[in-house]
């Protein structure tokens, strides 16, 4: 699905955020397809960083659990990713950003800070929360075979522990349905919300 710039004319940050293994980045890609905005993917802008910078601490480079990953090289990461956004906005491209965003969305005063950050931009502010069931996620993580997951499918018990499949973004969004047996196709579902932005530009 290809939309001209002339059809999606308003400036838009479009966050798309999820757990590990519900389909974010395949999402990200089929909305910056349908778009033609730039795709902003944080594993892809920082995993390599990532990984040297975590060996570098004397630590496991597939690490993402740790203290030292949570506290020092995580907010890197996502710091790194908004000022690449913003730095799009600011040249008048919009942008479709992927990560987690666990806890950024779902804390009121950093949506805030980014919600403000967009009006003085001259830019709308769009959140995709791209659910799933662990089931679902347990599949893709075996699927994709990428070794920042070997922590996660090893310790799979401890680490559900700490997934709320209620979790959701604070702000207005839209919600993606990637289950297996979700009722309609992931790249339909991305052209509707395509088709809804394009429409409210």
């Not at 089931?135 to 680490?159: C, F, G, Q, V």
Request: charged share 25%; proline share 3%; hydrophobic share 40%.
């Amino acid at each position: 699905m290809t939309i001209s710039t002339a059809e999606t004319s308003q400036l838009t940050l479009a966050l798309v955020a999820g757990y590990a293994g519900s389909g974010k980045s395949e999402a990200g890609k089929l909305l910056a397809a349908a778009t033609g905005w730039a795709m902003l993917d944080k594993d892809t802008l920082s995993r390599p960083i990532t990984e040297r910078l975590l060996q570098a601490m004397g630590g496991d480079p597939d690490d993402r659990h740790s203290s030292a990953y949570l506290e020092h090289v995580r907010p890197l990461e996502y710091e790194c990713l908004m000022k690449a956004a913003w730095e799009n906005l600011e040249c008048g491209i919009s942008v479709v950003v992927v990560a987690p965003f666990l806890a950024e969305a779902a804390d009121t005063q950093w949506t805030g800070r980014v919600a403000r950050k967009c009006r003085r931009l001259g830019a709308r502010f769009e959140a995709l929360w791209v659910d799933s069931d662990l089931e679902s996620m347990r599949e893709h993580l075996i699927s994709r075979n990428a070794s920042r997951d070997t922590w996660k499918l090893a310790h799979w018990s401890s680490y559900v522990d700490g997934i709320d499949l209620d979790l959701r973004p604070v702000v207005p969004h839209h919600v993606i349905d990637n289950r297996v047996t979700a009722s309609r196709p992931l790249a339909e579902q991305l052209e509707s919300v395509a088709q809804m932005l394009r429409e409210d530009a």
